[in-house]
């Protein structure tokens, strides 16, 4: 589905953004991936690709940061002749009620949930422009979509995402080019591990929650040929949480 493809995740090392990874290389895709840290979460991944027997390679970058994203990108293109498929998966979390929230608690989930996409978009931009073709798939919230207290940082940084990803899928709707967006719920990974608990659980209506392999598959298919007809959405998936 996606063999002569080639990929760049960030956040790509665990979670949603390695489980985003194996679905791509299983779909044949080439997989390209960063992370703040290289280590053990870097080998594992690295490992899970070549099993699928695609070419693959990680690289540690900020995405918060300008220049660091500048430099990884293209060493990616010259690593593997050019990039197909942004995914834009990287994103931290730094939860408190506003009055306790510091400005720099606020500015850093806001450079990395949201800069880190325009960083990535703004250096592929004129690569999916050239190629006539290209897929980005930005990974949001729902948190983003209904807002949540003790999130207002998060919750601005994923609306924001949604945004920027309309109005991308507007400006290269032209160019054949695609974004849309992923909003999950409560995803079992890291960033979640504190917060599963049966109460949780009982306000979801599939009452689990999701893994990161369901959201990896929505991102391959998002990433396919099959998906063409379909950018500027936002695709929930969170159990039922937020459908009324
Ligand atoms: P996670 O388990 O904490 O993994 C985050 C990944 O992003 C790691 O690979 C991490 O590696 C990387 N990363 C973090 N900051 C980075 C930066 N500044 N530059 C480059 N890489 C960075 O998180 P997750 O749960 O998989 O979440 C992935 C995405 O899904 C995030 O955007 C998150 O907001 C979104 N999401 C998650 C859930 C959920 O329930 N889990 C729900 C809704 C949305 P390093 O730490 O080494 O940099």
Do not use: W
């Amino acid at each position: 589905m996606l063999k002569g493809k080639i990929a760049f995740v960030t956040g790509g090392s665990r979670g949603i953004g390695r489980a985003v990874c194996l679905a791509l290389a299983s779909a044949g895709a080439d997989v390209a991936f960063c992370s703040r840290s290289a280590g053990e979460a870097v080998d594992e991944t690295l490992a899970l690709l070549r099993e699928t027997g695609v070419r693959c390679a990680a690289y540690t970058c900020d995405v918060a940061d300008y220049d660091q994203v500048a430099a990884t990108v293209s060493q990616v293109l010259a690593d593997f002749g050019t990039v197909d498929i942004l995914v834009n998966n990287a994103g931290v979390t730094c939860d408190k009620l506003l009055l306790s929230m510091k400005p720099e608690e606020f500015d850093r989930v806001i450079r990395t949930n949201l800069y880190g996409v325009f960083h990535t978009v703004k250096q592929l931009y004129p690569v999916f422009c050239k190629k006539r073709a290209g897929r980005i798939i930005n990974i949001s919230s729902v948190s983003g979509v209904i807002g949540n207290a003790g999130q207002a940082n998060y919750a601005a940084s994923k609306a924001a995402v949604i945004g920027f990803t309309k109005s991308i899928a507007k400006e290269l709707a032209a160019r054949n080019v695609t974004c849309n967006a992923v909003a999950p719920g409560f995803v079992e990974t890291d960033l979640t591990a504190s917060l599963d608990s049966e109460a949780l659980r009982g306000q979801i209506p599939l009452k689990r929650f999701g893994k990161a392999e369901e959201i990896g598959s929505l991102v391959a298919y998002l990433a396919s040929d099959d998906a063409g007809y379909i950018t500027g959405s936002v695709f929930t998936a969170d159990g039922g949480l937020t459908c009324c």
